[in-house]
């Protein structure tokens, strides 16, 4: 079992968090593939996978992966009692890539709720909000 902790949130009293004796830990999606990366950082240098993410973030993604992996290994060794899990989101979106079908995904490098460009996304106008792009009034604060 892992040990109690003292967690205090700003302005808010002091909680004790019980011991955790299940946890997940989730890895790093492959980053190169977020529809706001390939946005800001795609273009006719950038170097792209045969799934049309940007090479050079997802091998970001991949050695935090592998770093978190060991920790977790580590921690498994010093809390055996404890239940930690090991959330492979990387595989996961890696997966609806090469697959988008099976998951019914029809455009999986593009945001689901963002407006133009070829990602869907507009850094001055996200999910939840409403703006100007390109002097339209866009509303994505309701589907």
């Known amino acids: ?11 808010f009293p002091s909680m004790l968090m019980p011991p ?8 790093q999606l492959p ?18 996978d045969e799934y049309g993410c940007l090479s050079s973030l997802n091998k970001i993604s991949e050695a935090h992966n592998t ?6 290994e ?9 239940k930690l899990y090991y959330g492979d989101v990387y595989a996961v979106y890696t997966d609806i890539l090469k697959e988008p079908a099976k998951y019914n995904v029809t455009a999986p490098l593009k945001a ?21 792009v390109e002097g339209k009034f ?3 604060s309701t589907f």
Do not use: H
């Not at 980053?31 to 792209?48: D, H, N, Q, R």
């Not at 770093?67 to 977790?72: A, H, N, R």
């Not at 689901?112 to 100007?132: A, R």
């Open 20 to 27: 955790a004796k299940e946890i997940l830990i989730q890895n």
């Open 67 to 72: 770093l978190l992996g060991l920790k977790v």
């Open 112 to 132: 689901c709720c963002g407006v133009g460009g070829d990602y869907n996304f507009n850094k001055d106008v996200w999910c939840g909000q409403s703006g100007t």
């Open 31 to 48: 980053l190169g593939c977020v529809p706001a990366m390939l946005t800001l950082y795609g273009g006719s240098k950038a170097k792209y």
């Open 1 to 11: 079992m892992l040990a109690v902790v003292e967690y205090t949130p700003p302005g």
């Open 74 to 82: 580590e921690l498994r060794k010093k809390y055996p009692d404890a």
């Open 138 to 140: 866009v509303n994505l």
